[in-house]
């Protein structure tokens, strides 16, 4: 199988086309969006070979190239049932803040402008150098 065929010219042009019809695709557009797509193809069908064989299975499952998606690029495909026969898709994580933390940013406790309390060096104020480059360079060796 040629590296191509992962995402053909034309599909390409297809999916250009539903976009925006008057977009044209140069050939090293082409050429760059057909390797990525062969990348990721590669890249996740290996993954899932690795989960399929950790899992002391004999043969790729759904379920594996699933798992790959989720945990290479956090995608989760409708359609694909779980362990349970389920094809219910699970809720997506909460990226909601918390309670406590809309709490604490109402109390006007702001922690991402420090690391620790500690201000990085360039918040302190320029640097100044000093002539010795070694901190025992100061001493005088004995003649």
């Not at 193809?41 to 499952?61: I, S, T, Y």
Request: proline letters at 8%; hydrophobic letters at 35%; glycine letters at 8%.
């Amino acid at each position: 199988m040629d590296r191509s065929d992962y995402l053909p010219a034309e599909r390409l042009q297809e999916l250009a086309a539903q976009i925006d019809p008057r977009l044209q695709l140069e050939p090293q557009a082409e050429q760059v969006l057909q390797d990525v797509a062969d990348d990721f193809v590669e890249n996740v069908a290996a993954f899932a070979c690795d989960l399929a064989r950790h899992r002391g299975g004999k043969a790729l499952e759904a379920k594996d190239v699933q798992l790959a998606l989720e945990k290479t690029w956090n995608m989760r495909l409708p359609g694909v049932p779980d362990d349970g026969g389920n094809k219910l898709l699970r809720k997506p994580p909460n990226n909601h803040p918390t309670d406590g933390h809309k709490q604490r940013r109402a109390g006007g406790q702001k922690k991402s402008s420090t690391y620790g309390g500690v201000k990085p060096a360039s918040w302190i104020g320029p640097v100044v150098h000093s002539k010795r480059a070694y901190p025992g360079d100061h001493m005088t060796q004995a003649e």
